[in-house]
């Protein structure tokens, strides 16, 4: 069983930053993890992915202004988000698979991830 914390959010203006922070309680360094994030009114949608080889995917409305990133020797999984806009308002989500490898489509399926933060709110304003 894997127990994952998040912290970081927060509000913000447009065009500022965040950087959300997701501990672990034990090692993911083997695990396909991921951001996903909830409007309210919406479905869960993937943010981004990062193997257990460091290979990442991004939706692409996110792509060169959010990065993934993990410190294997924290046992924490981050996501730097720059250039935020109020469009990039929703609660935010890190998951863990059970599996090194990412689906192909794992942004776009969350029940591919078996393990799940409690979620931590970004608030943009425009």
């Known amino acids: 069983q894997v127990q994952l914390v998040e912290s970081g959010g927060g509000s913000v203006q447009a065009g500022g930053s965040l950087r959300l922070s997701c501990v672990a309680s034990t090692s993911t360094s083997h695990n396909c993890m991921a951001w996903f994030r909830q409007a309210p009114g919406k479905g869960r949608e993937g943010v981004a992915t990062?193997?257990?080889?460091?290979?990442?995917n991004y939706r692409d409305s996110v792509m060169g202004h959010f990065t993934i990133s993990k410190d294997n020797a924290k046992n924490t999984l981050y996501l730097q988000m720059n250039n935020l806009q109020a469009v990039d308002t929703a609660m935010y989500y890190c998951?863990?698979?059970?599996?090194?490898?990412?689906?192909?489509?794992?942004?776009?399926?969350?029940?591919?991830?078996?393990?799940w933060g409690q979620g931590i709110q970004v608030t943009v304003s425009s």
């Open positions: 990062m193997n257990s080889d460091g290979h990442t």
């Open positions: 998951a863990a698979s059970r599996f090194p490898g990412c689906m192909a489509n794992a942004l776009s399926a969350p029940s591919a991830f078996a393990y």
